[in-house]
């Protein structure tokens, strides 16, 4: 959204400007206005408005003087120039600072206004392509060079950066797993009050976020819009896959040198998993937090471990705050591998966002002690399902759809405890109905088989004699 004032000493011109429709065709849904120079220096000064209608003729100040003013404030400012003098020298001046656009003031029409509205909204995508490109390119040899030359022209001003890492069940096993973020859901970050200034992906699974502060926001305002961003980008990582973001937070920063100690802080975070989950996380925070070593019960191997081993760790890491590095997981990813169910950890993950190395444990410590509990509900479920279901055309793929769990996952679980398969617990649930039907129902046959699940007659045929030994109507005549 762009930000216009309109400059003019006559107010019905103004009024007649601002009444004209393309405005929020290009999207300037807000448009400020003053008719003296002094007014208009205010506002500006406040707002650094994206584009500038400004009227040459005015008392005071005119309009070349006050656009040089303008430019010198925010160099970035689009201006347009209207007078009802077409004198070459007052376009010449006005092109020597800088400025490109011109209307005839009393000759504005509305397809004028949208030719020139046009122009500058190319103007301002491209030069924004072009910035972005810049400042995605300079966080990126920041953050992997720590190399503080190449600013971008504009430099950095009341800058903040926010670090995304992606945490689960996966990364701490070292599986592959595709997951992305687009850069555009940042672009069109719809909070007034900050812009991004760069969004780049650092490393596999951590994202780099470089925004700035509008220059007449507040401290109690900076509180507000972080929480908000930090919302969004909660919410666009949910969308973009099943890992869950672990959000690092810098200070206000206004200097380059600033920005390059807090990346070389965070590439040990980027690399680790936070042992207690704390989310976000502020630059004040990061250096209380101790590396915690791969070697976690000397002369014990992870095959060895055992339910009171995890009690143990899970104690530890109640006496501070830990970071453990990705490559120190090893003994944990062996023990996890081995010992817990993997696909239980994937549904743990799916509900309770795992992201810290304490829920994984807790997790891991509740299969091993009270697993058979957990799946038994899950078991049970399915169980109802198919009693409710049992004359639809049901499966397992089906059933685990409706649970929100993996097919794979409900038939492991479900075998493990129930000693057969779903396919084979359908089928028997529906000849357990069958005989039932058969002994209390004066129906016919192939009236029962459709009532229970059945295709076919004959298919319900085959299968109760395969099943019992013997034909439905030999089972009916027993009664």
């Given at each position: 959204?762009?930000?216009?004032?309109?400059?003019?000493?006559?107010?019905?011109?103004?009024?007649?400007?601002?009444?004209?429709?393309?405005?929020?065709?290009?999207?300037?849904?807000?448009?400020?206005?003053?008719?003296?120079?002094?007014?208009?220096?205010?506002?500006?000064?406040?707002?650094?408005?994206?584009?500038?209608?400004?009227?040459?003729?005015?008392?005071?100040?005119?309009?070349?003087?006050?656009?040089?003013?303008?430019?010198?404030?925010?160099?970035?400012?689009?201006?347009?120039?209207?007078?009802?003098?077409?004198?070459?020298?007052?376009?010449?001046?006005?092109?020597?600072?800088?400025?490109?656009?011109?209307?005839?003031?009393?000759?504005?029409?509305?397809?004028?206004?949208?030719?020139?509205?046009?122009?500058?909204?190319?103007?301002?995508?491209?030069?924004?392509?072009?910035?972005?490109?810049?400042?995605?390119?300079?966080?990126?040899?920041?953050?992997?060079?720590?190399?503080?030359?190449?600013?971008?022209?504009?430099?950095?001003?009341?800058?903040?950066?926010?670090l995304i890492t992606m945490r689960g069940v996966s990364?701490?096993?070292?599986?592959?797993?595709?997951?992305?973020?687009?850069?555009?859901?940042?672009?069109?970050?719809?909070?007034?009050?900050?812009?991004?200034?760069?969004?780049?992906?650092?490393?596999?699974?951590?994202?780099?976020?470089?925004?700035?502060?509008?220059?007449?926001?507040?401290?109690?305002?900076?509180?507000?819009?972080?929480?908000?961003?930090?919302?969004?980008?909660?919410?666009?990582?949910?969308?973009?896959?099943?890992?869950?973001?672990?959000?690092?937070?810098?200070?206000?920063?206004?200097?380059?040198?600033?920005?390059?100690?807090?990346c070389a802080l965070l590439k040990r975070f980027s690399?680790?998993?936070?042992?207690?989950?704390?989310?976000?996380?502020?630059?004040?925070?990061?250096?209380?937090?101790?590396?915690?070593?791969?070697?976690?019960?000397?002369?014990?191997?992870?095959?060895?471990?055992?339910?009171?081993?995890?009690?143990?760790?899970?104690?530890?890491?109640?006496?501070?705050?830990?970071?453990?590095?990705?490559?120190?997981?090893?003994?944990?990813?062996?023990?996890?591998?081995?010992?817990?169910?993997?696909?239980?950890?994937?549904?743990q993950e799916k509900r309770a966002g795992m992201v810290?190395?304490?829920?994984?444990?807790?997790?891991?410590?509740?299969?091993?002690?009270?697993?058979?509990?957990?799946?038994?509900?899950?078991?049970?479920?399915?169980?109802?399902?198919?009693?409710?279901?049992?004359?639809?055309?049901?499966?397992?793929?089906?059933?685990?759809?409706?649970?929100?769990?993996?097919?794979?996952?409900?038939?492991?679980?479900?075998?493990?405890?129930?000693?057969?398969?779903?396919?084979?617990?359908?089928?028997?649930?529906?000849?357990?109905?069958?005989?039932?039907?058969?002994?209390?129902?004066?129906?016919?046959?192939?009236?029962?088989?459709?009532?229970?699940?059945?295709?076919?007659?004959?298919?319900?045929?085959?299968?109760?004699?395969?099943?019992?030994?013997?034909?439905?109507?030999?089972?009916?005549?027993?009664?």
């Open positions: 959204m762009s930000k216009v004032l309109i400059v003019d000493d006559e107010i019905l011109s103004i009024e007649y400007l601002k009444s004209l429709p393309s405005w929020r065709k290009y999207g300037c849904f807000r448009i400020d206005s003053a008719w003296i120079s002094t007014k208009a220096l205010e506002c500006f000064r406040k707002e650094r408005h994206t584009i500038v209608f400004m009227d040459i003729r005015m008392p005071g100040m005119d309009g070349l003087s006050l656009s040089r003013e303008f430019l010198r404030i925010c160099p970035e400012t689009i201006i347009v120039i209207m007078t009802a003098w077409q004198e070459f020298e007052y376009i010449k001046e006005a092109m020597q600072i800088g400025v490109k656009h011109f209307l005839v003031k009393h000759e504005i029409t509305e397809e004028k206004l949208d030719d020139v509205l046009k122009k500058i909204t190319e103007e301002i995508q491209w030069r924004r392509n072009y910035e972005s490109v810049l400042w995605n390119n300079w966080m990126r040899s920041i953050w992997e060079s720590g190399s503080v030359e190449n600013v971008p022209e504009q430099g950095m001003q009341n800058c903040f950066m926010v990364v701490v096993l070292g599986e592959e797993q595709d997951f992305s973020v687009s850069e555009a859901h940042f672009r069109d970050l719809d909070i007034p009050q900050i812009k991004v200034k760069a969004f780049s992906r650092l490393e596999r699974f951590t994202y780099g976020v470089l925004c700035e502060y509008d220059s007449c926001i507040s401290e109690q305002e900076q509180q507000s819009v972080r929480e908000a961003l930090l919302s969004y980008v909660e919410k666009i990582c949910r969308e973009s896959g099943e890992l869950k973001p672990v959000l690092y937070l810098s200070g206000l920063k206004t200097d380059v040198r600033e920005l390059t100690d807090f690399k680790g998993v936070l042992w207690q989950r704390k989310n976000p996380v502020f630059e004040m925070d990061l250096p209380q937090y101790k590396e915690i070593k791969s070697d976690f019960f000397p002369g014990k191997k992870p095959e060895e471990w055992d339910t009171s081993d995890l009690r143990k760790l899970l104690m530890k890491g109640k006496q501070g705050q830990y970071l453990v590095g990705l490559e120190q997981l090893n003994p944990l990813k062996t023990f996890l591998m081995r010992k817990v169910d993997r696909d239980f950890l994937k549904e810290s190395l304490e829920q994984i444990l807790r997790a891991s410590l509740r299969f091993l002690e009270e697993g058979g509990i957990q799946k038994s509900r899950i078991v049970q479920q399915a169980i109802e399902y198919i009693r409710m279901h049992y004359q639809e055309d049901i499966s397992s793929p089906l059933i685990a759809d409706a649970l929100r769990i993996s097919d794979g996952y409900l038939r492991t679980v479900f075998k493990k405890e129930q000693s057969c398969t779903i396919k084979d617990y359908i089928l028997q649930y529906r000849i357990d109905r069958a005989k039932e039907l058969l002994q209390k129902d004066e129906r016919k046959i192939y009236e029962i088989a459709a009532m229970c699940g059945f295709l076919s007659s004959q298919h319900f045929s085959r299968v109760f004699r395969q099943v019992t030994g013997m034909t439905p109507g030999e089972y009916k005549q027993q009664k």
